[in-house]
DNA sequence: ATGACTGTACCGGCTGGACGGTTTACCTAG
DNA sequence: CTAGGTAAACCGTCCAGCCGGTACAGTCAT
């Protein structure tokens, strides 16, 4: 709540360093050495703020959510409308609030909280598309494909004109 | 290629046992020994079957690239129409193929050959649809919505309605 | 103002257990 | 005899978590 090394504090850079390493070799590189090491810090150090790997990764869900809760609000008021916005954002932008939601996905895997994490963010998505069209077809749709989108970028496959072909399907359902 | 058991052989059995291990708790909980004891084989008798672990994965991508090319084939000629039976297959139906397929998901966080299967899938069944169609943008969005649904489902959130809500849609698209 | 003490933030060596893989000795049906 | 195993000891490596220390800022009685 006061020491400062640089620009973030320890624990925000610890957790930077935890997402990287999720983002870049999956959960089995993301070990504690590797993660202090990036966040240069000791593995010592590392434990004193998150004294087990679990609570590191509960801390890293709840940034996470508090992200999520900020981007449905700007995805609500988005100068494009919540559709474009929500589908430009389901391809990695690079923000951190992408990073850490491919973080979650990695983690995902052999976690029930990532996974609960995961849903509780769909969810909030979901709610502000079927507000939007006020049909439920159709903001699942979109909503699956906007995962498909999430689902080829993470998974290392997507093809560049995904995007554009989508908004021209869209436009013929004058849903965008 | 002789010796039965039950009914499957025994290197059959272990990659079913390997397949389920990685789809019930992903690839941490997939160890030598868990593979040996759910295919009721010891560790020596797994090892003589698959050398090594990475043997073990390539054998599996291997069989489910042979299940993939069959798949395509029954896509191609299928009473639904390739579309329908995309998408009905995108969640899980609890076929081996599936199974594959999740697992080799499960794999894919850290193994670039798993990817390469994957994306090669997924390229036999675009060029499927977008025969099909003879349009790039509708048969990748179908895609992105198989994708969709297949990440949710493998995701454990999947919503029992969003296939018949992509139904609904794509029957506005005149796309079924 | 100073010396004793306290809490915070952090260091890094170490341990114990799990895991992948190897090897060896043994069994058994065809 | 040999293909197809079983059973179990063993090795090297990796990793989570533990622990004994350090540095230093602040507090407080004297």
Redesign the pocket.
Known sequence: ???R?DGAS??DRILDAFEMLLVEGG??????????ARA??????????F??????VDAMLDRLREQGRADVDKMKDASQGPVRYYLETSVDTGSAFDRGLIAASRVAQDDTRARETLAELRNGWFAVLAEHYGDDALARTVQLIGDGLYFDDTTGLAHKRSLDHVRDVLARLDAL
């Open positions: 709540m006061s020491a090394t320890t624990r959960s089995r590189i993301a070990t504690l050495d590797a993660v202090a240069e810090v000791s593995k010592g150090g590392l434990l004193y703020h004294p087990s790997k679990d609570a590191m």
